[in-house]
């Protein structure tokens, strides 16, 4: 069986709630530390390929795992899967478990993308440089609404290879692309087995601001771009993103100044990391 290369941690958030992060430790005095963020639905499955990068690289690497998500616990009022209390546990989890350690990145996906900006926005001294995945000052609607038509929805599924080809028939044209090999390994990033049948790895209750809260139009995030201004950022969007446009990140990185924009071709929302480009920028981020 192969030895797993992180140790599961678990913290108590603000409110009591048992949340959990994965821990990547180099073998030596780490270089810096990237803290991942994953998207909505995500959990720290995701960070897997560059979380090991990263640590075959001399760095720490900390993968959340958002309440409700993963290996979080679930919680019992749903008006509390909200941003603002993401942040709230990502700060706790940096100044109480972590120890705001100096050299601090950030990577988020999507949801995670827009936690990173606004807690930069909340302490600019928070992160040294933050890399955001397929997540823009603006965002396209289309995108949003697609998103949150599925959110919440999951059916009950009766086995792996149904799982797969839903996965696969709802995500085909974001990874047009992936191989039988790579749905299966994709889907079980997904899912995890319970009694014997797939369950969407994360509490369907996550929908509910989604659903309830006007708010989940579009958001106009230019204003935070000042503060945004104060780090490096790594850009990466996929190239047949439905969510960020390349008119926006091409705005962003013009008007940043140090935004290194990278497009991953014939991939949508979002990119996993697994190219050599996306590496090598999110490590050169803690080099400069």
């Known amino acids: 069986?192969?030895?797993?290369?992180?140790?599961?941690?678990?913290?108590?958030?603000?409110?009591?709630?048992?949340?959990?992060?994965?821990?990547?430790l180099p073998?030596?005095?780490?270089?810096?530390?990237?803290?991942c963020m994953p998207g909505l639905t995500r959990n720290a499955n995701d960070f897997g390929t560059?979380?090991?990068?990263?640590?075959?690289?001399?760095?720490?690497?900390?993968?959340?795992?958002q309440r409700g998500r993963g290996n979080s616990e679930w919680d019992n009022n749903p008006e509390n899967y909200d941003p603002a209390i993401y942040c709230r546990d990502m700060?706790?989890?940096?100044?109480?478990?972590?120890?705001?350690?100096?050299?601090?990145?950030?990577?988020?996906?999507?949801?995670?993308?827009?936690m990173s900006v606004m807690m930069n926005a909340s302490d600019p001294t928070i992160?040294?440089?933050?890399?955001?995945?397929?997540?823009?000052?603006?965002?396209?609607?289309?995108?949003l609404d697609r998103i949150k038509s599925y959110v919440g929805k999951d059916k009950v599924i009766n086995s792996w290879g149904e799982a797969i080809a839903g996965v696969k028939n709802a995500n085909s044209s974001v990874y047009p692309n992936y191989s039988d090999k790579e749905w299966d390994q994709f889907t079980r990033l997904l899912y995890v087995e319970k009694?014997?049948?797939?369950?969407?790895?994360?509490?369907?209750?996550?929908?509910t601001n989604l659903n309830e809260k006007p708010e989940t139009a579009a958001p106009d995030l230019w204003p935070l771009m000042e503060t945004l201004k104060s780090v490096p950022v790594v850009l990466i969007r996929g190239e047949l993103s439905d969510i960020l446009s390349s008119q926006v990140a091409e705005r962003m990185q013009q008007e940043h100044g140090n935004l290194a924009?990278?497009?991953v071709s014939n991939v949508g929302h979002c990119p996993t990391f697994d190219t050599c480009e996306e590496k090598s920028a999110i490590l050169a981020l803690s080099k400069r």
Not at 1 to 24: A, F, I, N, Q
Not at 27 to 35: R, S
Not at 195 to 207: E, F, M, Q, T
């Open 1 to 24: 069986m192969t030895k797993l290369r992180y140790s599961s941690v678990y913290y108590t958030s603000p409110d009591g709630l048992k949340l959990h992060y994965r821990e990547y």
């Open 27 to 35: 073998d030596g005095e780490p270089l810096a530390t990237y803290l």
């Open 50 to 65: 560059i979380a090991e990068y990263l640590q075959d690289q001399g760095c720490r690497v900390i993968c959340a795992e």
């Open 91 to 114: 700060f706790h989890l940096i100044r109480n478990m972590l120890k705001s350690p100096p050299d601090l990145y950030a990577i988020g996906t999507s949801l995670g993308g827009f």
């Open 127 to 143: 992160f040294k440089g933050i890399i955001i995945n397929d997540m823009g000052l603006e965002l396209n609607q289309k995108g």
């Open 195 to 207: 009694a014997g049948k797939p369950v969407a790895n994360y509490d369907p209750a996550i929908s």
């Open 261 to 263: 924009l990278i497009t």
